[in-house]
């Protein structure tokens, strides 16, 4: 009874080994089929020649991918304040949140196609109107999150605290802010992978560089194989900034890992 | 002197009268227990006093002084042990005593040292979830108790426990009760109970809620871990025909 084992100790590598296994065949089979039907680079490039593609110009691919990660990251703490800071104020204020509520819903309803080239024609082709978009795009799931999380906080857990003489203020600190966590987490996993997309598309529509930038150039001059060297990477970082985020959650919300004993 | 007294109160919710007249006081020292049948409105009682629920009719007063002035200085137990999932069992314990501004460290230096007698010595780094139904309810009470209140009210302590465990608990409660001598309102359908532990019993009739008896028990204590004596059964019996008198159409 003391100290019971994490839940997932360890199992982390040996359940993903599926998962590996899949997406390997499904390389080995698109290998296999470049090679014996002989079909042109040009149409579709083997994965064997992305990847010479790659390291042949990693320069290049490494110059452009910084930026997207810098709108990236930048955008998407901007929003996670941002909303953070907002779903306070709606938690303390009811009216408030019911007056803004529908505004925020229409912002998510904004088709990307059509803002990008406004948010890059108002903001020009530097960091700003890429971070502006990744905000918007990632705004919205993490201030639902985080309202839905207040909202489930169990009413008895505050009907104990207003019984101690706790304020709103502490009710808001001690109560409803843990128990929007895992709220908070599974908001911040879906958009982190919105993120990536939102950099590159806005890249796509106007930039001096990133993989939105790679891309775009590589379609015109007719290079396939390019085009999914930026594909794999962005892939990458979508994948990174996931782990990281499952990470910080292990961490921040260790209690759920622990072992029921009843 | 009178701890707390309610006189005539009655509360409607959303058309529906809950609490129609409740008259009752508890006395510095005493432990008193309300007895009724499920639904009756005796969760209700208990939101009233916490200030979750005003009262439409009649007067409350703690202390003697109404309810709506200062600190009322109850602790409350809710039905269910509400611990926080997140919080450490000694983060848990010490949440009372922190919301009244207390700094963590002699918040946690005014908890260690009952541990033990609330069987939870070397679980005070283990989170809720880790600890067994029994110990749960402990944490609870301990929570409950250390905030060092005039007025404990306790909703069905042990209401959700087997009845093995129910009855160690409430046995252990009394030993704890004797040293102590909270003064208590105790919420409770559990008639044994009730009888074992109050020196008072209120019975509420189904809802709209009445009080329809006030019964003393004047049986020394201890009382439980050994034969309960002839008076208490006939009580036990007699309180068991009130209740019945108070079940059937009730919704
Ligand atoms: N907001 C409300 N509106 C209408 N009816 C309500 C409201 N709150 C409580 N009630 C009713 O009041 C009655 C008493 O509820 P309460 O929780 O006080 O009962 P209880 O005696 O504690 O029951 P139990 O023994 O099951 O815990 C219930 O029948 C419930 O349906
Ligand atoms: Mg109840």
Redesign the interface.
């Known amino acids: ?4 084992p994490p839940r997932h100790q360890g199992g982390g590598l040996i359940r993903g080994i599926p998962a590996i296994l899949s997406v390997v065949s499904a390389f080995v089979i698109w290998e296999l089929y470049v090679r014996v039907s002989g079909i042109s680079p040009l149409m579709l490039p083997a994965p064997s020649r992305v990847l010479e593609q790659m390291v042949q110009n990693r320069a290049l691919l490494w110059h452009n991918t910084l930026p997207t990660i810098q709108a990236t990251l930048s955008g998407f703490a901007l929003s996670v304040s941002v909303a953070f800071a907002l779903s306070i104020v709606l938690d303390f204020m009811p009216r408030v949140r019911r007056a803004l509520f529908p505004i925020f819903v229409v912002s998510q309803t904004l088709p990307l196609v059509a803002i990008a080239p406004l948010v890059v024609l108002w903001f020009g082709f530097d960091l700003t109107p890429k971070i502006l978009l990744v905000a918007l795009v990632t705004f919205f799931p993490m201030l639902v999150a985080l309202v839905d999380g207040y909202a489930s906080t ?1 009413p ?2 505050e ?8 304020s709103r203020r ?1 009710l808001f600190r ?2 409803r802010l ?1 128990s929007a ?1 895992p709220y908070f987490f599974a908001g911040l996993r879906i958009s982190i992978t919105y993120a990536v997309v939102a950099a590159i598309f806005a890249e796509y529509v106007g930039a001096r560089a990133g993989l939105g930038i790679v891309i775009l150039n590589a379609k015109n001059s007719f290079r396939p194989d390019l085009v999914l060297a930026a594909v794999v990477i962005s892939s990458v970082l979508t994948l990174v900034l996931f782990a990281a985020t499952a990470l910080l959650q292990r961490i921040v ?1 260790r ?2 890992d ?5 | 002197m009178t701890a707390l007294a309610m006189q005539g109160v009655g509360i409607t919710l959303g058309g529906t009268v809950v609490l129609d007249d409740i008259t009752l006081h508890v006395a510095e020292g005493e432990f008193v227990s309300i007895l009724g049948p499920s639904g009756a409105g005796k969760s209700t009682i208990f939101r009233l006093l916490t200030g979750a629920l005003r009262h439409d009719r009649g007067m409350v007063t703690a202390g003697g002084r109404p309810l709506d002035q200062g600190e009322p200085g109850f602790a409350f137990m809710p039905q269910r042990d509400a611990l926080m999932p997140w919080r450490r069992i000694l983060d848990n314990l010490t949440l009372g005593l922190e919301v009244q501004g207390m700094a963590r460290r002699e918040a946690r230096a005014r908890v260690l040292p009952l541990l033990s007698a609330f069987g939870l010595a070397g679980f005070e780094r283990h989170y809720p979830a880790q600890l067994s139904g029994g110990m749960r309810q402990r944490a609870a009470l301990l929570r409950t108790l250390v905030q060092g209140r005039p007025v404990q009210l306790l909703d069905e302590p042990f209401g959700a426990l087997d009845a093995l465990t129910r009855t160690q608990m409430q046995a252990w409660f009394e030993d704890r009760w004797r040293e102590a001598r909270w003064t208590t309102l105790l919420v409770t359908h559990d008639v044994r109970e009730a009888v074992a532990l109050s020196d008072r019993i209120y019975v509420l009739s189904r809802r709209p809620a009445r009080v329809i008896a006030e019964i003393p028990v004047p049986a020394p204590r201890p009382r439980l871990g050994r034969a309960p004596g002839p008076d208490a059964h006939a009580l036990e019996a007699q309180l068991v025909d009130i209740l019945l008198t108070q079940t059937g159409d009730q919704t």
């Open positions: 009874m003391q100290h019971p169990d008895e857990i009907a104990l605290l207003r019984s101690m003489g706790a502490v001690t109560a843990p966590m919300l209690w759920r622990v072992g029921e004993v009843r």
